[in-house]
């Protein structure tokens, strides 16, 4: 059972290591947040990071589908599918150990942030406490991210179509609460709670609540579910 | 070992497979034939578990491959048509991570790794990315994770396509060498091939199973008699006649012939073989037999015959249908 999920999260983390791609989406990744950090810090002369934290889940919503899209549109796109479904392998098993390889990379990346804390730590006394929330909100985020993207992956065998729709999936998720303000009465209630940016927020003022916990592990659950789902429909059909 | 009952396969309103029955014994290799488009990798990718069957049930190994997904597969090693490989990885990396998913470890899956990789003869390139490597290398990669799990049943969709002749022999020659060890499924448009391999052929066209055995008996089953070719040196009336009083023969008609010898076909019974009767009835009068040979039809013809017969059936109800 968790051999050959690790089987195959050691297989596709072996692909991002080798793959081009992933060293490029990770420069991007690291020099807009520099550059957010710098520019944040120099203007404001405030020893926090909740700035960066949203600029980097923005720049997350592009970056999570392009390293996602391959996952699964990848192996329909090159026929491997038969290979892995022909295998004692279940659909959950599959999903799980892609998914798993695509968190441990986003991880390593997360860690790679760590050199923005370092640099205020080492000039000035942040509060620690907010820090750590932010980090938690972002890693939940992050997750949540990449499981819709392999949800998107798994509808399609393009890799092109699965990153857009990832991007358009993520970004309304981003921007509905927005409705919230022109909005009043429930369906602006309704908007505020779906939006992810909502609930992002809180861990960045310091705030861990269990509601905005349950909001992410549910979507992730949920998207997980729906590539399984995915997966099994179109070798099933 | 390998058993299909009632197995149909709709895709979308097109039927595919339309109520396939197949056994296949332990040991045994079957060979599957039809036209294009029959329904050949359909029956192979339903029995590897890719897809389930729209109605009816396959069982590889006692193990339903729909209910007892996991157990079944472990018992498959499956080359389909076009072998899906990771072109991002190298061949030992592949290989390797077959292994792993046949649920190998540590040593046991190294060796086996290396086991395989000299057994289809790929070890010179296992250090280079399988986009690197050409269509033949593939298909032996293809064959490899196939092989790797040692599994008791093997599928293989067109194993030697794209293969040059010298591989295409050691490719037969490794097919032939798991016969009796393992259970075989092998489609092929190369007659012959499947003639030299397969115990049992199954002639699928337009989904429905219309032929099941071995070569000999569909041969002798559509011959509906036997028939065999001799050259005899003597004179060639008096030759007929006695070829056409030896009993059981139904007919005799002279072919071709030279000076003093003459080539003849006689037919006979089915069931009764006269070639030892023929050889003594032409020793006693003294006249040469150059040449006997009884001809069966090859796997060509007993496809053709099969195939068109069955499509003249279908085209004479389509129109009763009118």
Redesign the interface.
């Known amino acids: 059972m968790m ?2 999920i690790y ?2 999260f050691k ?1 596709e983390l ?2 991002y290591i ?2 081009p791609l992933a060293y490029a989406v990770i420069a991007v990744i690291m020099a807009l947040a520099g550059y957010f950090f710098s520019v944040a810090l120099f203007t404001s002369r405030i020893a926090e990071m909740t700035s960066l934290f949203m600029n980097l889940a923005v720049i997350l919503i592009f970056a999570a589908p392009v390293l996602t899209m391959r996952l699964i549109a990848g192996e329909e796109q ?13 659909i959950p098993q599959m999903v799980l150990g892609k998914y798993l390889a695509s968190l441990t990379l986003f991880g390593a990346i997360i860690v790679l942030t760590f050199i923005f804390p370092g640099i205020l730590l080492s000039l000035s006394s942040p509060d620690k406490g907010v820090i750590l929330t932010s980090y938690l909100g972002f890693l939940l985020l992050t997750a949540t991210y990449l499981a819709i993207g392999i949800m998107c992956s798994s509808f399609t065998s393009s890799q092109i179509i699965a990153s857009v729709s990832g991007f358009g999936i993520l970004l309304l998720f981003w921007i509905v609460g927005w409705l919230s303000g022109n909005i009043s009465g429930p369906l602006g209630q309704f908007a505020k709670a779906l939006s992810i940016s909502e609930h992002y927020g809180d861990f960045l003022r310091g705030v861990i609540d269990t509601t905005h916990i349950i909001y992410f592990l549910s979507i992730i659950i949920v998207s997980l579910l729906i590539s399984m789902l995915g997966v099994a429909k179109r ?3 | 070992m390998i058993e299909l009952s009632n197995v149909t396969k709709n895709y979308g309103n097109k039927t595919a497979l339309k109520g396939i029955s197949l056994f296949v014994k332990r040991g045994e290799i079957l060979g599957l034939l039809g036209p294009n488009g029959a329904g050949k990798s359909t029956t192979m990718r339903i029995i590897t578990g890719y897809m389930p069957p729209t109605s009816g049930n396959v069982r590889v190994a006692g193990y339903d491959i729909v209910k007892q997904a996991v157990t079944a597969k472990r018992f498959i090693g499956y080359l389909p048509e076009n072998p899906p490989l990771y072109k991002d990885m190298t061949v030992k990396d592949f290989i390797t991570f077959s292994a792993e998913l046949k649920g190998f470890k540590g040593k046991e899956k190294t060796s086996r790794v290396e086991k395989v990789m000299e057994e289809v003869g790929v070890g010179d390139v296992k250090n280079r990315l399988i986009s690197h490597i050409s269509r033949g290398y593939r298909q032996r990669v293809g064959l490899a994770q196939a092989l790797v799990g040692d599994p008791e049943v093997l599928i293989l969709d067109e194993p030697t396509v794209g293969l040059d002749p010298h591989q295409i022999n050691e490719i037969r020659q490794l097919i032939k060498n798991l016969a009796g060890r393992r259970t075989v499924i092998l489609s092929s448009h190369i007659l012959p091939e499947v003639s030299s391999l397969c115990h049992r052929v199954a002639i699928i066209n337009k989904g429905k199973l219309i032929a099941e055995d071995t070569t000999e008996n569909l041969s002798n089953a559509l011959m509906g008699h036997q028939e065999i070719n001799i050259q005899v040196k003597g004179p060639k009336e008096e030759v007929l006649l006695c070829l056409q009083n030896i009993p059981g023969v139904e007919s005799v008609c002279s072919d071709s012939s030279g000076e003093d010898t003459s080539v003849f076909r006689v037919t006979a019974e089915k069931d009764k073989d006269i070639r030892e009767k023929l050889f003594f009835t032409m020793a006693a009068k003294g006249y040469a037999i150059l040449e006997m040979k009884s001809s069966k039809m090859s796997l060509e013809e007993i496809f053709l015959e099969l195939v068109t017969e069955e499509d003249a059936v279908s085209s004479a109800s389509k129109e009763d249908d009118k």
């Open positions: 051999a050959a089987s195959i297989k072996k692909g080798q793959s090159d026929g491997t599918m038969e290979f892995l479904l022909t295998y004692p392998v279940t070798a099933w059909s």
